[in-house]
Nanobody, 124 residues
Framework: QVQLIESGGGLVQAGDSLRLSCAAS????????MAWFRQAPGKEREFVAA????????YDADSAKGRFTISRDNAKNTVYLQMNSLKPEDTAVYYC?????????????????WGQGTQVTVSS
C-alpha cells in the first residue's frame, strides 16, 4: 500500500508556472505507475499525465502537451508535475494517483491510491 501527499498548488496568474509534488510513503514506490488527474467544480475528473514505474515512458493529455511535464524521482519517492504557461482553464484540484501495474492508463478508476488533492487557481 502507498500513501500520497500532494503539495505545490496555489494562486497564480495566466502564463505563470507551478510545480506540483507528490510524496509517497513506503518502500515500494518504484513498483507503481503514477499519474496526475484534475477536477474542476462541476466537471468530471480528468486525466492530465502519467509516468511508468521507471520513468522512461510518459503519457500526456492533449490539454497538457507542450505545457506540462511529469517526472519522478524514485530515490525520493516523489512524482512531479511541472506546469508552464498556465491558463485559467487549468484551474482545478490536482490529484496524484498510483496503481501497482506496469501499464499506465488514463482512466481514473484504474488507480487504487489517491492523495487528498492540491488546489491550483489561475487568474486571467
Amino acid at each position: 500500500q502507498v500513501q500520497l501527499i500532494e503539495s505545490g498548488g496555489g494562486l497564480v496568474q495566466a502564463g505563470d508556472s507551478l510545480r506540483l509534488s507528490c510524496a509517497a510513503s513506503g518502500r515500494t514506490f518504484g513498483f507503481y505507475t503514477m499519474a496526475w488527474f484534475r477536477q474542476a467544480p462541476g466537471k468530471e475528473r480528468e486525466f492530465v499525465a502519467a509516468i511508468s514505474w521507471d520513468g522512461t515512458t510518459t503519457y500526456d493529455a492533449d490539454s497538457a502537451k507542450g505545457r506540462f511535464t511529469i517526472s519522478r524521482d524514485n530515490a525520493k519517492n516523489t512524482v512531479y508535475l511541472q506546469m508552464n504557461s498556465l491558463k485559467p482553464e487549468d484551474t482545478a484540484v490536482y490529484y496524484c494517483a498510483a496503481r501497482r501495474e506496469v501499464r499506465a492508463t488514463m482512466t481514473w478508476t484504474d488507480y487504487a491510491y489517491w492523495g487528498q488533492g492540491t488546489q491550483v487557481t489561475v487568474s486571467s
